[in-house]
């Protein structure tokens, strides 16, 4: 799934559905083990997680905001965030559950997280901004990974994406 409208899923999957709401009744008929909100989704993932020593959650944009909010919550071992928002931005996101407007709030000091991001992006409006991620560096267990001009098929295909996670998650 692409977030086309860059607003975090909230109106929707471009061409598919309108809104949060739709887009869970889209998932619904695709995959078992629905959810219907951020909660009931951390009550399934925290049974999918149940009995594992260690647990690591990525993503990238609106993934990577999924990511920390999910993992935060679930207290995982490791977070890998690749330009992630950490705030909504509201003129962007017109239906949105302002309990998870900021990630802050959730941000817990037994995750690792890893949160890469972009020196190649000057605009402090555009939401993979780095600030939206230097802003969350008030704990030990946060480290902030800046990359210049972050272009991820090139760093899988080198095989950089590889060498970056593995070290992440080794690190634990």
């Known amino acids: 799934m692409i977030d086309k409208y860059q607003n975090r899923y909230h109106s929707g999957i471009k ?13 619904k008929e695709k995959i078992k083990g629905y959810t219907t909100s951020i909660d009931e989704t951390v009550d399934l993932l925290k049974e999918k997680i149940k009995g594992y020593k ?35 931005n509201t003129t962007l996101v017109h239906t949105i559950n302002y309990t998870y407007y900021d990630l802050q ?28 991620n230097t802003r969350l560096k008030r704990q030990n267990n946060i480290k902030i990974v800046t990359i210049h001009d972050i272009n991820l098929p090139k760093m899988r295909d080198t095989g950089e994406l590889t060498k970056l996670i593995s070290d992440c998650v080794n690190n634990t």
């Open 15 to 27: 061409g598919y559905t309108t809104s949060i709401e739709e887009t869970v009744d889209l998932l």
């Open 54 to 88: 260690y647990v690591h959650f990525l993503g990238v944009s609106a993934g990577g905001y999924a990511a920390i909010l999910f993992g935060s919550l679930l207290n995982v071992t490791t977070i890998i965030s690749f330009v992630a928002p950490t705030l909504c």
């Open 105 to 132: 709030p959730f941000i817990n000091n037994k995750t690792k997280y890893y949160l890469h991001v972009d020196s190649n992006i000057a605009n402090k409006n555009d939401p993979h901004h780095m600030s939206q």
